[in-house]
């Protein structure tokens, strides 16, 4: 693990220029440049930022706020995985002909992702900042990126090797998302969970996520107490993450010769 | 420590209709039995490379050499064997690898540099030699989709060949480029070979292996079946290369005529002087009289032989035939057995040399019976002659009796035949007046004519006189 570890930062130049090559590719060419990645949510979100509150009769600007709080951070992690998954396939003609070690184009795709996502939640944290006070849960932002960043990466190792040798993993995948974003807090407040099933509810870990990204976004109150129960969200998400991490390393490292064959 | 040394080494592929690549597929194929079927893509291999040798891998498509760079490369592992590696190691498998057309031909340099190992600081380093290198210098802030493929070739060139390594593996890159840049990239071999890098690459030019190899190998579906001196293995890999298409040919001409023709020899139609090798035709019915015509270039000849078996055999040791590249036609009883000529290769055994034969081409002739023999080992030549029932034709006749090509060569040696008996041994230019003074030129030419322009043979030889 260790090791592991030593080879990505001893290659972190290659993987830094892959991703940076990887976003550049996305956004040169087009007129609106990077915009276009902020167009894709600001389509869905204006979408349902009409409807549901038509529909539910909430208030429209509490709602926006939470659905954008909630979307956002789903996105990242949807799309992280996404391209982590068919990233072997993606990139071997590079993998098959150079001495890059598999798992570089792995943490390329997290590092591009996570680029994206900064500049998101960078326009998130203005929109909210005009509405809502920022408690100083705020800096714990990046510790909860950091744990988000963690759990892609084990997901994303952990799908990467079997993308090449069952490649409907990606169609699985997209489905699967879609569906999970409404077992997720996203469209709707935890509180519409009645309570009976709300911890049958919690086991979900992304739901946990979603939930401690719209805590540290939204909880408006600056009282100490309140920073107890996302800190413990931090380290249950951490533990998790870690866990998934660890079982996605050894699948990635078991198999990745084999893979790598196929691919 | 050798730089490089491989120890019985195995790979194996499995085949890609054997795959299952989506769980759909797993779930039909439940329960079947599953057919293993695998291609062993190297099939072990043992090899050593010394440090500061330029070391050359030749081989037909699909006979394991990327594999085998690959493994060498680290970048597959083997199913058996062992491979140890001495020093920092840099694989060129492609050019331009991971190159993107919508950046710019910097931002290229400093992807393809990662991709290939370096860090940052060292593409920073090295920056300014690889721009000059490429002869790029105006156009480095340009996207790279409007480079055309030589520049970016160029490009990829300059950058792979800036990293510092001490092992170099290339694939066969230089099949691609033009003329001028494949003279460059060798030449930057050639440099980097004096600076003492260990190079492993794979060419398909025989030429360029004698040019700047010490030693080479050659591979065959997945086997080493010749390695050694590069001259040596150059020599082989031609032979094998020239075999082929001789086989290819000879077949075409067997599926049309219908007559079988085989060599049993090393490699089929490639045929060795003085080396055991064998030509075998089959035909239907026994005739009396085989005559077998070699043309070439050089010499044309002729040999018959009395039989009465269904198999035409000769064995081409005992057939005084020089290296060239002969069109072969059979005669039975005075009948091309088809128009259609097989063609076999004539090569020197190691140390023979070329001895030059002018004879005269019929035995209608008056003075069919006279033979000249020109080279070193003339004497040599003539004792083979003597021996075999030989009627020979040649091409040279002309040039023969006009001297001028004997004289200036300024042949040494030469033997005079009479009746496959030796009528003088001397230097050329006194054997040559002997001959002169027993042959009268317009009456040869004129039989010449009369008896050969009947045949095909005869028009080719009178198109080329």
């Known amino acids: 693990m260790l090791k592991f570890l030593k080879r990505i930062y001893s290659s972190r130049d290659v993987i830094l220029r892959l991703a940076f090559t990887d976003l550049k590719i996305k956004y040169v060419g087009s007129r609106l440049g990077i915009l276009w990645s902020l167009l894709e949510p600001l389509l869905i979100i204006i979408v349902f930022s009409i409807i549901f509150p038509l529909v539910l009769k909430v208030n429209f600007l509490e709602w926006f706020l939470f659905f954008i709080c909630g979307l956002i951070p789903y996105r990242f992690f949807k799309k992280s995985i996404m391209e982590m998954t068919t990233c072997l396939i993606d990139y071997s003609s590079i993998l098959e002909k150079s001495r890059i070690h598999a798992e570089n184009v792995v943490f390329a795709k997290a590092v591009s992702n996570s680029i994206s996502f900064f500049i998101e939640l960078f326009i998130l944290f203005i929109l909210v900042s005009f509405f809502v006070p920022l408690s100083l849960l705020i800096f714990l932002l990046p510790i909860l990126f950091l744990i988000n960043l963690l759990l892609n990466l084990g997901l994303g190792l952990y799908f990467s090797v079997l993308y090449p040798r069952m490649r409907d993993i990606g169609h699985i995948l997209t489905v699967f998302f879609e569906v999970f974003m409404f077992l997720t807090p996203i469209i709707y407040r935890i509180e519409h969970i009645p309570s009976l099933y709300r911890g049958i509810y919690m086991l979900n870990p992304i739901a946990r996520l979603i939930y401690t990204y719209q805590g540290i976004f939204l909880y408006s109150s600056p009282k100490f107490v309140e920073y107890l129960p996302v800190l413990r969200e931090l380290l249950i998400l951490f533990l998790f993450s870690l866990v998934i991490f660890i079982i996605g390393y050894k699948k990635f490292e078991k198999e990745k010769q084999i893979s790598l064959e196929l691919v | ?465």
């Open chain 2, 1 to 465: 420590m050798a730089a490089i040394e491989l120890e019985n080494i195995w790979k194996e592929f499995m085949l890609e209709r054997e795959k299952e690549l989506t769980l759909k597929e797993r779930f039909v194929n439940l329960g079947r039995k599953k057919k293993e079927e695998k291609i062993i893509a190297l099939r072990d291999v043992n090899l050593i490379i010394e440090k500061g040798e330029c070391f050359g891998i030749l081989g037909k498509n699909g006979s394991g050499k990327t594999t085998l760079l690959k493994i060498i490369a680290g970048m597959l592992k083997p199913n058996r064997g062992l491979v140890k590696v001495d020093g920092k190691m840099l694989p060129i498998l492609t050019l331009g690898l991971g190159f993107q057309k919508e950046l710019t031909a910097k931002e290229n340099v400093y992807l393809y540099g990662s991709i290939l190992g370096l860090n940052k600081k060292e593409i920073d380093e090295k920056y300014e030699r690889i721009v000059k290198f490429s002869e790029l210098e105006k156009v480095m802030d340009v996207k790279l989709k409007d480079f055309s493929d030589g520049m970016i070739m160029r490009l990829s060139f300059s950058i792979a060949f800036h990293v510092e390594s001490e092992i170099i593996v290339i694939d066969e890159i230089l099949a691609v480029g033009d003329a001028a840049f494949q003279i460059k990239c060798l030449e930057r071999i050639k440099q980097l070979k004096e600076e003492g890098k260990t190079i492993v690459i794979v060419l398909h030019s025989t030429s360029d292996i004698r040019r700047f190899c010490d030693r080479a190998l050659i591979l065959e579906s997945g086997e080493i079946i010749f390695s050694g001196e590069a001259s040596k293995v150059c020599e082989e890999y031609e032979e094998i290369i020239e075999s082929e298409r001789l086989n290819r040919f000879n077949g075409i001409v067997m599926r049309e005529t219908g007559i079988e023709f085989k060599a049993f020899c090393e490699k089929a139609f490639v045929l060795k002087t003085g080396e055991k090798s064998v030509l075998e035709v089959k035909i239907d019915q026994p005739p009396k009289l085989v005559e077998l015509f070699f043309q070439g270039e050089k010499s044309v000849r002729v040999f018959s032989k009395n039989l009465d078996n269904d198999k035409i055999i000769f064995q081409t040791n005992s057939l005084p035939v020089h290296p060239d590249e002969y069109e072969v036609q059979i005669k039975l009883d005075g009948k091309f057995l088809s128009e259609r000529p097989f063609k076999v290769l004539v090569k020197n055994s190691k140390g023979s040399q070329e001895n030059r034969i002018y004879m005269l081409p019929s035995s209608n002739l008056p003075f069919h019976d006279l033979t000249l023999v020109f080279g070193e080992k003339a004497e040599l030549e003539a004792e083979l002659f003597e021996k075999g029932k030989t009627i020979f034709v040649f091409k040279n006749l002309g040039a023969a009796f006009k001297n001028s090509d004997v004289r200036d060569k300024g042949e040494k040696n030469a033997c005079l035949f009479k009746k496959n008996k030796i009528l003088l041994i001397d230097n050329g230019e006194k054997v040559l007046d002997e001959f002169n003074k027993r042959v009268w030129y317009d009456l040869a030419i004129k039989h010449f004519n009369d008896t050969l322009m009947a045949t095909r043979l005869g028009k080719n030889l009178m198109g080329i006189l």
